[in-house]
C-alpha cells in the first residue's frame, strides 16, 4: 500500500464528525480504522481532493438538471424536484455482496411462492402460517385476482427490497416493494452522471457494471412468452392463442399513470433504455380478447406490459371503477393467457409489514430453509401479545399500517406527544390487525458530501431484482438514499432525502456492455407507425404547435417591446430602419400627424399580438393606455391562457408527456425553456395593487428583451434538433404537422389584423415591415427586390412564394405531403377528408392574385378579397387540426362506469 | 319446488356506444337445497366476446364485450331453478362439516354466542380460519360504532347465536322502513342508519355489520323471491325484483340465511344467485362503456312456479 497518511487524515475528521449514536459506519470500522474495501475510493478522492470533488459535485447536479433528472413531489412543495445525487457512493464488498444477493434470492422466491400460494390455494392460511386478517383484511389482496395466473408460473418477476445495515452489522430487510418497484432508472441515471463527473474512478476502484443486469432483464421479458406457454401446459385447457411470431418478437410496453406521477421521469427512462413504448392506459384497448395499442396506423396487439400504474387501478371492470389508469378487460385478456402484465395485479399483497414475523416459519415449511437475509423486528397487533408489546413500548417503536396508503407514513413513537400517543393507542385497539409496530433500527451512516466535508449520513438501499429462468438476477448496484440532514428520522426521497449511487466492488475489472449487443437472433424491426400511440402522436401535434406559437409570440412581442421601450407611446419611427419613410412623411406632414399615424401603426400591431395570443378582447377594444401593462399580461401573466408564458408551459407539459421521444440533447433545450419560463413567471411582483406603471419600470427593461432573445434562441434550437435529429417516422411527422399548421395560423392572424385595413401609404409601409419581420422574411425580402416596400409583392412573398420557408404555400405543400402518406385504409379514388381539406386550401390559395389581393374594395378602407382568402384558409386549417385529431389522436372515448 | 325466473336488464343510450365490457352474475347457485338445472343468457347485440368463470366466492360469472355500435344493450337471464324446503331451524347452504348425529347438531344450534365466537376466533380448523374474512370489513360495510351499540341488545348473556340473529333480524325488520325511494345501489350505510329507512340490500347490509361487529362471520347473498299475487289473481309479469338477504355463519353448523326485509329464514320461496361480502363482490351486472351520452335503465324479473314435467 502506498502513501495512506492524507486519506487517513480525511477519515479521522470524518470520524470526529461522528456523533455518539451513530454507532455503525460503512467506512469505519468499529476500532475506527477504513474499511478495506474503501481504500481504493478513498486514495482517489485524496487525489482529486475535497475542494475539487466539491465542484465535481456541483458538475453532477448541473448535468442531472440538465438531463431532466426530477422527482415529481406532492403536497406542499409540489412540483418537478431536482433529482439530488450526493457524489460519495455507498461501497459494499465482493464477499458482504455475495451474502446479501443470496439473501434477496432466497426471499424473491420464497416471496413468489407466498403470492402463488395466496392467489391459489391459499394453504398458508389454512394450515395456520398465516393469520387470516394478515391476508384478507389487506386492500392488496385482489380476490378477482385469484386464478389469474397459473399455478407454477412465476408471479413475482419485478422485485425490489429496501435493506438497511443494523448495529450487528447485518443487512436487515425493512420492506418489500412488489407490485411495481421504482428506482431502477434513477440507479442508471445515478451511474451515467457520476460516471461522467468522475470518469476513472470506476476504473480504479472495480466496480461491478450495471448493464449485464438490465441485458438480462430484457432477455427474461423477451422469454416470457416461451415460459408461460410452458407454465400453462397441463394447466389450462384454452392454450395462449399468440402466434410463434409474437413469442419471438412480443411486444413489450410500459405502462405508465402518466407525467404526474412522482416517477414518471423514470418510467419514460426505462421505456427509452429497454427500447419499449411508453404507454398510458387510454393508449390501450381490449379487444376480440387481446390488448392493443391504439397507434397512428390503428390497433397493434401487445404481448407484454410492465406496469407502473398500481394494482388497484389496473383494470375498472374488475378493479377500482373510477379508475382512468388502466385498461377495462384486462384481467379476462390476462386470464386467457393472451398478454403478461410484469407483476400481475395482485402481487401487492405482498408490500404488508404484518407479514414479517411470519415469514421465518413459512421459509422453513414452504423451502425448508432458515431466512438468510432477516426482516426487521415487527410485531403484528392482530395477536393479542403481540398487540400488547407494541401498546406497551408505543414511544420506541415505529408504527406502520399494513396497507400503505398513498401519501400515508410511518409513526415514529418517540416524536409523538402523549395526546398523538393516545389518539394511535385508540386506532390500534379499535382495529388492531390493521397494524404493525416495528423496532426503530440505528441503522449504519455512510460518508456525504456536505460543503466540502464528508459527514455521516444514514442510509437506506433499494435493491432490485429481476426473474430468470432458473431464479432471480440481483442488480450489482442499488439506489442509496440518505437523510438530508442528520437527525431526522425518515430517509426517504419523498421526504427530502438525498440519492447515492451503490458500488459492489467487482473482483476484476468488467468489460463494458452495450444493450446494442444483444440477441442478433432477436432484432425487432418495427414498421415507422408501430410502437407509437395516438396520444403520443396527438402530444407531438401540439409540442409543434406550441413550439411555434411561442416562438410567433415571442418574435412579434420582441418587435413590440423594441417599440413600446423608446419614447413615451413607445414608438421611435426612426428606429425602423432602412426603410425610413418617418423623414420623408415628417417633412410632407408636420410631427402632429405623425404621432396619430404612430397610433393607427401601433393598433394594428397590436390587434396583430392579439390575435397571436387569443387573448381577446385586450388591444381589440381596449385605449393605448393600458399598453405597456397589457403587454406585460401578455407575455407573463399565467392567468391569460394565451400569454407567451402559458404558452411555454404548455409546450413543456406536452413535451414531458413524451418524454421518452426526446434525446438527451433535446430535452436540455426544453429544460431551458422550462427555466426561462420560470423567470419570466417570477419577474412579475406578485402584489397585484402594483400600478401599471411601475411594473413597467420594473420590468420593461433589458433583462426582458435579454430573455425574450434567449427564447428565441431556444426555440430555434429545438426546432433544428427537430428538424435535423428526429428521425422522419410518423413522430417526427405529426410534430411537423403541428408547426405547419400552426405557423400559417399565425401567418394569417398576422396578415389579417395588419394587411387588410386600407392605411396612409408610409403607415402601410411600416406595417409591412413590421409583418415581414415577425414573418422572419425581411432579409429575404429586401436582398431578393432591394426596392421599396411593395404591397403585392410583400404579399407574394409572404402568401405564394414556394420557396420561402416562411410563406404560407410552403406551409401548406409540407402538409400536404405528410399528410399523403398518413396510414389509412384505401377508400378507392376517394380522398380522405383530410386530403379533400388541403386540395382546397391549396386551390384557394394559388388561384389568388396578389395584384387583386393588395386592391382596395370600393365603397371601403379595406381590402375585401385578401380578408375573405384568410377567413377561408384559416378556416380550414383549423378543421384540418380537427380531423387530424378526430381521426389520428383520439380512438377513445370517456367512459362510463355503470351498474 | 321449481322455478323459472326471467332476469332482463335494459340499457338506452343516447349516443351510441361503440364499446363496452361487462360481468354478469346472474346464474343461480347450487347449494345443498338448491339445484340450477338451466341458464341461457340472451345478450343483444350479440358480443363478440364472451366467457363464463367462477369468482373467488364461486359465483358463476359471465364476461362479455360487445364492440360495435348500439343504442341499447339487453341482457336476459333466464335460469330454471329447483328449491328444496328447508326446515325453518336448519336451512343451511353448505353442507355440514362434522358429525351430522342429530345431538350435535341439537347442541350446536343452541350454541350461545359467546361460545361461538371463542370457536370462531380459536379454532384453527382450515375451514373457521376460512370463514375469518368474513368478520373484517368490506367495502360497502365499513366499522361504525353505532352498528355495535344496535347490535348489543339482541346478544344478551348466554343467549344461542340462532336465537340473537334471529331478534336481531326481526329488530331490523321492525326499526326500519322499506323504502324503495329512499336509497339507491351507491347509498351509504351511514345514511340508512340515520334515516331508519332502505330497501333489502340496505337490510341485508345492516344485518351484516352488526354481526360483524360483535366479531361474527355474515355475507350477503343476492337472489330472486317469489311473491305471491293476491288471491284470484294471476301473478303479474315483471312485477317482482332482485332481493338480499344476509348470511351468518355457525361454527360447527355452516351458513344460517335471514332475511330481515320480509322478516323471516329463507325456505323455498328464496332463489340465492349469488354471495360475497357485500353487495360489491355480487353486482348482478356492471360494466365499463365507452360513449358520451348518458344512459337508462330498466330491470325487470319475472319469477314465476313451475309445475313439474
Keep these: 500500500m502506498t502513501d495512506t497518511k492524507n486519506w487517513k487524515v480525511i477519515g479521522d475528521s470524518y470520524h470526529n464528525a461522528k456523533s455518539a449514536d451513530q454507532q455503525i459506519d460503512e467506512m469505519l470500522s468499529r476500532d475506527s480504522q477504513i474499511n478495506p474495501h474503501w481504500h481504493g475510493f478513498m486514495q482517489a478522492l485524496d487525489t482529486l481532493g475535497l475542494t475539487e470533488m466539491e465542484s465535481r459535485h456541483k458538475e453532477i447536479q448541473r448535468l442531472l438538471r440538465e438531463n431532466g433528472v426530477t422527482y415529481v413531489v406532492h403536497g406542499e412543495q409540489q412540483g418537478h424536484r431536482p433529482w439530488e445525487l450526493d457524489p460519495i457512493p455507498l461501497i459494499i464488498s465482493n464477499t458482504d455482496w455475495d451474502v446479501i444477493s443470496t439473501g434477496l434470492t432466497q426471499r424473491a422466491k420464497l416471496l413468489n411462492l407466498i403470492l402463488e400460494d395466496l392467489y391459489g390455494e391459499r394453504r398458508l392460511i389454512k394450515e395456520g402460517l398465516i393469520p387470516p386478517e394478515v391476508v384478507y383484511a389487506h386492500a392488496g389482496f385482489l380476490r378477482a385476482c385469484v386464478g389469474l395466473i397459473p399455478a407454477g408460473f412465476p408471479f413475482l418477476l419485478n422485485y425490489a427490497a429496501d435493506l438497511a445495515r443494523g448495529s450487528d452489522g447485518r443487512m436487515w430487510v425493512l420492506g418489500d416493494r412488489t407490485q411495481a418497484p421504482s428506482g431502477a432508472g434513477y440507479v442508471l441515471e445515478n451511474r451515467t452522471a457520476l460516471a461522467r463527473a468522475l470518469p476513472n474512478l470506476f476504473g480504479e476502484v472495480g466496480v461491478h457494471r450495471l448493464s449485464f443486469f438490465f441485458r438480462s432483464l430484457q432477455n427474461s421479458v423477451l422469454d416470457l412468452p416461451l415460459q408461460y406457454e410452458f407454465g400453462q401446459l397441463g394447466q389450462r385447457e384454452s392454450a395462449s392463442r399468440m402466434t410463434s411470431h409474437q413469442k419471438d418478437n412480443p411486444h413489450v410496453v410500459v405502462l405508465t399513470p402518466g407525467p404526474l406521477n412522482e416517477t414518471y421521469f423514470e418510467h419514460a427512462y426505462i421505456a427509452n433504455y429497454l427500447g419499449y413504448t411508453l404507454v398510458q392506459g387510454d393508449d390501450l384497448t381490449v379487444w376480440d380478447g387481446r390488448v392493443w395499442l391504439k397507434s397512428l396506423g390503428g390497433l397493434r396487439p401487445v404481448d407484454i406490459i410492465l406496469r407502473r400504474v398500481d394494482d388497484i387501478f389496473c383494470d375498472p371492470l374488475e378493479l377500482r371503477q373510477d379508475s382512468r389508469l388502466g385498461v377495462a378487460g384486462l384481467l379476462e385478456v390476462i386470464r386467457q393467457g393472451n398478454v403478461m402484465v410484469v407483476n400481475p395485479p395482485g402481487s401487492g399483497v405482498l408490500e404488508n409489514p404484518s407479514l414479517m414475523p411470519f415469514l421465518p416459519n413459512i421459509a422453513k415449511h414452504l423451502i425448508g430453509e432458515e431466512l438468510r437475509l432477516p426482516s426487521v423486528a415487527t410485531w403484528w397487533c392482530g395477536e393479542p401479545k403481540q398487540r400488547d408489546y407494541v401498546l406497551a413500548n408505543l414511544n420506541q417503536l415505529v408504527i406502520k399500517p399494513i396497507y400503505r396508503q398513498p401519501g400515508g407514513h410511518p409513526l415514529f413513537g418517540s416524536e409523538l406527544s402523549r395526546t398523538e400517543l393516545d389518539t394511535l393507542r385508540a386506532q390500534i385497539n379499535a382495529e388492531p390487525h390493521l397494524y404493525v409496530g416495528q423496532e426503530y433500527i440505528h441503522f449504519s451512516t455512510t460518508p456525504s458530501l456536505v460543503e466540502g466535508k464528508l459527514e455521516p449520513r444514514r442510509t437506506i438501499l433499494r435493491t432490485f431484482l429481476f426473474a430468470e429462468k432458473d431464479g432471480y438476477a440481483v442488480m450489482p448496484g442499488g439506489l442509496t438514499r440518505c437523510e438530508g440532514e442528520t437527525g431526522g428520522l425518515t430517509v426517504s426521497i419523498q421526504g427530502g432525502g438525498v440519492s447515492k449511487d451503490t458500488w459492489i466492488l467487482a473482483p476484476e475489472p468488467e468489460p463494458h456492455i452495450s444493450l446494442w449487443q444483444q440477441r442478433t437472433e432477436r432484432i425487432q424491426t418495427a414498421a415507422p407507425s408501430e410502437g407509437l400511440s395516438s396520444r403520443a402522436a396527438e402530444n407531438l401535434f401540439w409540442v409543434g404547435r406550441y413550439a411555434e406559437r411561442a416562438e410567433g409570440q415571442a418574435r412579434l412581442l420582441r418587435i413590440m417591446l423594441d417599440k413600446a421601450k423608446m419614447g413615451k407611446m413607445g414608438l421611435e419611427i426612426s428606429h425602423l430602419g432602412q426603410v425610413a419613410p418617418s423623414t420623408r412623411f415628417t417633412e410632407t406632414f408636420g410631427e402632429e400627424a405623425r404621432e396619430v399615424s404612430e397610433l393607427t401603426y401601433l393598433r394594428s400591431m397590436l390587434r396583430s399580438l392579439t390575435g397571436l395570443t387569443s387573448s381577446h378582447p385586450s388591444f381589440v377594444n381596449k385605449g393605448e393606455q393600458s399598453l405597456e401593462s397589457e403587454l406585460l399580461s401578455i407575455m407573463l401573466d399565467t392567468e391569460n391562457s394565451g400569454s407567451l408564458v402559458s404558452t411555454l408551459q404548455a409546450l413543456v407539459s406536452a413535451a414531458y408527456a413524451v418524454r421518452d421521444r426526446w434525446s438527451t440533447d433535446t430535452w436540455r433545450v426544453m429544460n431551458n425553456i422550462e427555466n426561462l419560463c420560470t423567470t419570466l413567471e417570477n419577474s412579475v411582483p406578485k402584489d397585484s395593487n402594483t400600478n401599471a406603471q411601475l411594473l413597467t419600470d420594473l420590468v420593461l427593461q433589458e433583462a426582458e428583451l435579454a430573455s425574450l432573445d434567449q427564447l428565441m434562441i431556444f426555440l430555434s434550437a429545438l426546432s433544428g434538433l427537430n428538424a435535423e435529429s428526429m428521425t422522419q417516422t410518423i413522430g417526427w411527422m405529426s410534430l411537423d404537422m403541428g408547426r405547419r399548421i400552426e405557423r400559417a395560423l399565425l401567418l394569417i392572424v398576422l396578415c389579417r389584423s395588419s394587411l387588410v385595413a386600407v392605411q396612409d401609404e408610409w403607415i402601410e409601409d411600416l406595417l409591412l415591415e413590421s409583418v415581414l419581420a415577425a414573418a422572419e422574411s425581411l432579409i429575404t425580402y429586401r436582398s431578393r427586390y432591394r426596392a421599396a416596400l411593395h404591397f403585392p409583392t410583400v404579399l407574394e412573398l409572404l402568401l405564394l412564394d414556394e420557396d420561402n420557408p416562411r410563406s404560407l404555400l410552403y406551409q401548406l405543400k409540407r402538409l400536404q405531403e405528410q399528410i399523403r402518406v398518413l396510414p389509412r385504409e384505401k377508400l378507392g379514388y376517394r380522398l380522405s377528408e383530410e386530403e379533400q381539406l388541403i386540395l382546397q386550401a391549396l386551390t384557394q390559395l394559388q388561384l389568388s392574385d396578389t395584384i387583386d389581393l393588395a386592391e382596395r374594395s370600393e365603397h371601403t378602407t379595406q381590402r375585401n378579397g385578401l380578408e375573405k382568402l384568410l377567413v377561408r384558409l384559416a378556416q380550414i386549417l383549423v378543421d384540418m387540426s380537427d380531423v387530424l385529431t378526430h381521426t389520428y389522436f383520439s380512438h377513445s372515448q370517456p367512459s362510463v362506469v355503470s351498474n | ?309
Design chain 2, 1 to 309: 319446488m321449481n322455478y323459472k325466473i326471467i332476469h332482463k336488464t335494459e340499457y338506452s343510450y343516447t349516443y351510441p356506444v361503440n364499446l363496452c365490457y361487462n360481468e354478469a352474475r346472474l346464474t343461480p347457485r347450487h347449494h345443498v337445497y338448491q339445484q340450477c338445472n338451466d341458464n341461457q343468457f340472451v345478450v343483444q347485440p350479440e358480443p363478440k366476446d364472451c366467457r363464463e368463470r367462477r369468482d373467488f366466492f364461486g359465483n358463476t360469472v359471465y364476461y362479455f364485450t360487445i364492440q360495435q355500435p348500439h343504442n341499447q344493450l339487453t341482457v336476459t337471464a333466464t335460469s330454471r331453478v329447483e328449491v328444496k324446503g328447508r326446515e325453518l331451524q336448519r336451512n343451511f347452504t353448505e353442507a355440514r362439516h362434522h358429525d351430522d348425529s342429530d345431538r350435535v347438531t341439537s347442541e350446536a344450534e343452541h350454541l350461545s354466542w359467546e361460545e361461538a365466537h371463542q370457536q370462531l376466533h380459536t379454532d384453527s380448523k382450515p375451514e373457521i380460519l376460512e370463514m375469518r374474512q368474513y368478520v373484517l370489513n368490506s367495502p360497502m360495510i365499513p366499522a361504525m360504532p353505532e352498528l355495535h351499540a344496535y347490535a348489543e341488545k339482541s346478544f344478551t348473556t348466554g343467549r344461542p347465536l340462532l336465537e340473537a340473529v334471529e331478534d336481531l333480524s326481526t329488530r331490523l325488520y321492525t326499526d326500519f322502513t322499506y323504502d324503495p325511494g329512499f336509497t339507491t345501489v351507491a347509498t351509504p350505510l351511514d345514511d340508512v342508519i340515520k334515516h331508519r329507512r332502505g330497501v333489502c340490500q340496505d337490510f341485508a347490509h345492516l344485518g351484516i355489520g352488526c354481526l360483524r361487529a360483535l366479531g361474527f362471520a355474515a355475507r350477503y347473498v343476492s337472489g330472486y323471491m317469489e311473491t305471491e299475487p293476491p288471491p284470484d289473481q294471476e301473478p303479474l309479469s315483471g312485477a317482482d325484483a332482485s332481493h338480499a338477504w344476509f348470511s351468518v355463519y355457525l361454527p360447527q353448523l355452516g351458513w344460517v340465511d335471514f332475511d330481515p326485509t320480509n322478516n323471516q329464514m329463507p325456505t323455498d320461496q328464496h332463489i340465492t344467485v349469488a354471495w360475497g361480502r357485500d353487495y360489491a363482490d355480487v353486482t348482478p351486472l356492471k360494466g365499463v362503456v365507452f360513449g358520451s351520452g348518458t344512459h337508462e335503465l330498466f330491470v325487470s324479473v319475472d319469477c314465476k312456479r313451475e309445475t313439474e314435467a
